[in-house]
């Protein structure tokens, strides 16, 4: 166990699937940190250039695929290549996600597909695919969801129908996979920042405050602690703990999330005219 590092994941293998930006490249950082053989993907080349170059730095092998987590079969051939190169994975980690403020009127039914594609199949693509070379027992999944999971936010239909849909294969793949000995769990983050998602939901000082005050703790979360609590449940300090849906949001989901879409479409609303 490397100083200031609680979790060694030295000899583990995990894959996170969006895992060249954001809270998903946090949560690779964390893991390549701790020891980790890590295995990132992620539709830009670009992109996952720069995570491997990046999560190289900690010294331990990296591999980096560029997919479509709506396309299966590709989704596939990188599990499969990771298998092969690092051995069954100890960890599966499915992040990738697509979102935007929208009245329902203002949504085409392509928009609505997309952010259902992104976010819903291609977890289930994910999970999937990955279910065949996960270490049975001992292995951990872990989906990364988001308040509209379960809260009705206006201007979030899709992402809303999404993420629900996500909660829902979390626990049914934890009934189904417990015998096995996989855990299924998902991590439900509040606002947090220096995310491409954040930057569309906020992309104002103005609106970035309105959401400070909307969190009980009063300030952004970041990429790290988000990390933390995956490095948390998958490890066998969580052994016990399957088809959880966890927040991790300074208690935004306790009414703040809902409120500051509500400020959003009046004031879009008001901008209008």
Known sequence: ????????????????????????????????????SVAVLSRSQEKVDKAVAELREYGGPVLGFSADVREFD?????????????????????????????????????????????????????????????????????????????????????ACSAKAGVDMLTQACAVEWGAAGVRVNAIIPGPITGTEGMARLAPTPEIEQIIIESVPLARYGSSQEIADCCLWLSSPMASYVTGALIPVDGGWCLGGAAQIFTEMRRRLENSRG
């Open 74 to 158: 590709d989704v596939a051939a990188a599990l499969a290549t990771a298998r092969g190169e690092f051995g069954e994975l100890d960890v599966l980690v499915s992040g990738a996600a697509g979102n935007f403020p929208a009245p329902i009127t203002a949504l085409s039914s392509n928009a609505f597909k997309s952010v259902i594609g992104i976010d819903l199949i291609g977890t289930f693509n994910v999970l999937r695919a990955g279910y065949e070379h996960l270490r049975k027992p001992g292995a951990a999944v872990i989906n990364i969801s988001a308040p509209q999971s379960s809260i009705p936010m206006q201007m979030q239909v899709h």
């Open 1 to 36: 166990m490397t100083e200031g590092q609680p979790f060694d994941y030295s000899g583990r293998c995990v894959f996170v699937a969006g895992g060249t930006s954001g809270i998903n490249l946090g949560i690779a950082h964390a893991y390549a940190k701790a020891g980790a």
